[in-house]
């Protein structure tokens, strides 16, 4: 069992930046793909980026690629979100998520098996 805990979430401007954290405990968690997801009022939940267990790979939607950087570290069990050029269409509260590395990198919200509480973001215009 995966415990995941968000952080970094907050207020800023159109074209500014901010980085999310998600700390995972409870299990091994170089053996997890770990991905960001975000979910707005009255939307349904969106893939925003996933790393491979190793982190050697990564993967993002047209939406942010280029914009959005996801990383970790598996010494600290930390996974990050470097969020730039933000638009006030990224608001919403981001989701920290973890799947077995087995099932490769995910982008649909269903297949994973762990969630954190979420943080939010506004972005204001």
């Known amino acids: 069992q995966v415990q995941l805990v968000e952080s970094g979430g907050g207020l800023v401007q159109a074209g500014g930046s901010l980085r999310l954290s998600c700390a995972a405990s409870?299990?091994?968690?170089?053996?997890?793909?770990m991905a960001w997801f975000r979910q707005a009022p009255g939307r349904e939940r969106e893939f925003v980026a996933a790393?491979?267990?190793?982190?050697?790979?990564?993967y993002y939607p047209v939406s942010v690629r280029g914009r959005f950087s996801i990383s970790r570290d598996n010494a600290e069990n930390m996974v990050y979100l470097q969020m730039n050029s933000l638009k006030p269409e990224d608001t919403a509260v981001y989701f920290c998520?973890?799947?077995?590395?087995?099932?490769?990198?995910?982008?649909?919200?269903?297949?994973?098996?762990?969630w954190g509480q979420g943080t939010q973001v506004t972005v204001s215009s």
């Open positions: 998520a973890a799947v077995s590395y087995s099932l490769g990198m995910v982008v649909n919200a269903t297949a994973y098996d762990f």
């Open positions: 790393i491979s267990a190793r982190g050697s790979s990564s």
């Open positions: 409870g299990g091994t968690f170089s053996m997890y793909t």
